[in-house]
């Protein structure tokens, strides 16, 4: 028994341990780190949610280039190229590198056959230029006159890397352009919600009483209208000779009216337990004003959880847009969004559809923006309580 213990590598180190050397070793960071801090370490770890937190960043810091970025204007037609398909980029011709080029496309009906495709001609090269000056012109930032164009079509040709729809417009240049709109009434629509549900939620929390009572109410009644059929009665009633920039903002403060009511019930909760807090209650005897107990001290403790709950009602309001424009009450032309893109497919029929698959791509973008919004929001809500 003694020899098999002496051949058996012993568990415990032979020095004495010296608490202050291992306290050393120790990263002081790990023990003094701000809450923020914390949160931001968490959030790291969710791969999928930092991809798309870059994802998204990325989107919204391009709206402003849009339309550097699209070869044509959004509602540029081309009576000659309908419903033109997609067309690719390439570098090689005949096995040789010849820089990058298009060939051209037409679709044509194939009479024996009763079917409609597309046939690509291989022999005529046309060479597409980067970063260059072509097309119409347009103010960048809405200051700079400016014809610049990330990537421009080739001469004597045309260039839908996306195809075309049935007016001839680009589907590339229509969705780069719709995402300005898509993507900037989600967060209007959420900036409404949450001044509305902060300040009623606030309210009932914090005072109580009749005000509580007429708060939940309030929610209790919103929260039981059907939310579609009112968002098309309220968009029907948008006046038809309102501009597109009024409409859309209406658009906005209508999906903002309806998505309030759970944010303030989440508030309210929030509050009737902050306020039973020490420090609340040492703030309240030392005369500061309810706003300044409000803003200066329960509202940093939910501050975190309004940001996970923002992510997560974006996708809900960039949703709720296409919807409304898919079903004709929401952006009205000439602006352009990704429901109203949608809305133009349905116009086309179900046989163009079957026929012109291609005009049905900016669901692509609204799937993408939806998907990247909800990983986003669940990464923060996992990463807002950085001790579990």
């Known amino acids: 028994m003694d020899d098999r213990r002496d051949t058996q590598a012993h568990y415990v180190a032979p020095d004495d341990y010296d608490a202050e050397a291992e306290r050393q070793t120790l990263d002081r960071a790990d023990f003094d780190a701000p809450t923020r801090v914390l949160v931001w370490r968490r959030f790291k770890r969710h791969k999928l949610g930092v991809a798309c937190g870059l994802f998204l960043a990325f989107l919204y810091l391009l709206l402003p280039f849009m339309e550097m970025l699209a070869p044509y ?55 597409v230029r980067l970063f260059s000056t072509c097309g119409e012109s347009y103010r960048l930032l809405g200051l700079v006159e400016s014809r610049f164009h990330v990537i421009c079509q080739p001469e004597g040709g045309k260039l839908h890397l996306l195809g075309s729809d049935r007016l001839g417009r680009d589907i590339l240049s229509r969705v780069l352009h719709g995402a300005r709109l898509s993507l900037t009434i989600g967060l209007i629509g959420v900036t409404v919600s949450f001044l509305i549900g902060l300040t009623l939620g606030g309210m009932a929390g914090y005072f109580g009483g009749w005000i509580d009572a007429a708060v939940q109410r309030a929610i209790e009644v919103f929260r039981s209208l059907p939310e579609l059929p009112i968002w098309l009665a309220l968009s029907a009633a948008v006046p038809v000779n309102w501009n597109s920039l009024s409409v859309f903002v209406m658009i906005s403060i209508i999906l903002g009216l309806l998505d309030w009511p759970g944010l303030a019930r989440a508030v309210r909760s929030k509050f009737l337990a902050l306020r039973e807090e020490d420090y609340v209650r040492a703030a309240e005897l030392m005369g500061a004003s309810p706003r300044r107990v409000i803003n200066a001290h329960m509202m940093p403790n939910f501050m975190s959880h309004l940001i996970a709950s923002a992510t997560l009602s974006i996708p809900a309001m960039i949703l709720g847009e296409t919807a409304l424009s898919f079903l004709g009450f929401g952006i009205r032309p000439p602006s352009v969004s990704w429901g109203l893109m949608l809305n133009d497919a349905l116009d086309a029929g179900l046989g163009a559809l079957e026929i012109y698959p291609w005009i049905l791509l900016p669901m692509v973008p609204v799937i993408l923006v939806v998907l990247a919004f909800s990983f986003v929001g669940d990464a923060l809500r996992d990463a807002l309580d950085p001790y579990s």
Do not use: K, W
């Open 73 to 127: 204007g959004p509602n540029a037609f081309d009576e000659d190229n309908i419903f033109a398909p997609p067309q690719g980029l390439y570098l090689y011709h005949e096995g040789e590198f010849t820089g990058l080029h298009t060939y051209p496309t037409a679709t044509i009906y194939d009479t024996r056959t009763g079917l409609v495709r597309s046939i690509t001609n291989l022999h005529n090269q046309l060479p």
